[in-house]
């Protein structure tokens, strides 16, 4: 089952907001679910929230550092809790998927995300889970770093929190290392009519039971 799930983006109210922090978006609607709290672990490089699964102890991790840092605090994590890459998923911006969709896939290249990058190199391996939340693309290659830095439109702001709606379904197939079930929930694209921006809080709608104990660190 996955023990570890960790969301990148960049720390900081200036970045809170922009596409580049969309696994951060994820993780906090995943802590939502969940009921666990966050701590800052300065051990850690990272706020870390802990709850509890079928007596099962699950770790969220949200990176302090900056975006191609993100791999010292996953590793940090992982090695102290002797979590193996295979049971670590990493949510994060994806700039070839279109906003709406997202993506759920065991390893493969980090595709020039830095995030990514620095998270293969810490670990010493890429045989890790990845969610791929999509952004879309600018366009050209030039314009890609404004692009993540940027706060997208309300259209795909929408999107992209629909996609993250799908992704916290599959959460109890993700506990319950039915990865297949899992890809299927998240890969399902149903367009709905635009909503408002998710506000706090949120709820699985998949039908598999999921018994949780909540905590902080």
Known sequence: MIRLFAGLGNPGPNYQNTRHNAGFWWLEALAQQLGADWTLDKSHQARVARTTVEGQAIWLVQPQTFMNHSGQAVSSV???YKIVPSDILVAHDDLDIVPGQAK???GGSHAGHNGLRDIHAALG???YWRLRLGIGHPGHKDDVIHWVLQTPSLDHRIAIDQSIDRA???LPYLLANDMEQATRVIHT?????PKKP????IHITADVPVSIEAGSL
């Open 78 to 80: 992982a090695r102290f």
């Open 125 to 127: 391996t890429d045989s």
């Open 198 to 201: 998710r506000p706090p809080g």
């Open 189 to 193: 694209h149903q367009p709905q009519r």
């Open 168 to 170: 916290i379904c599959a």
């Open 104 to 106: 759920l896939k065991l």
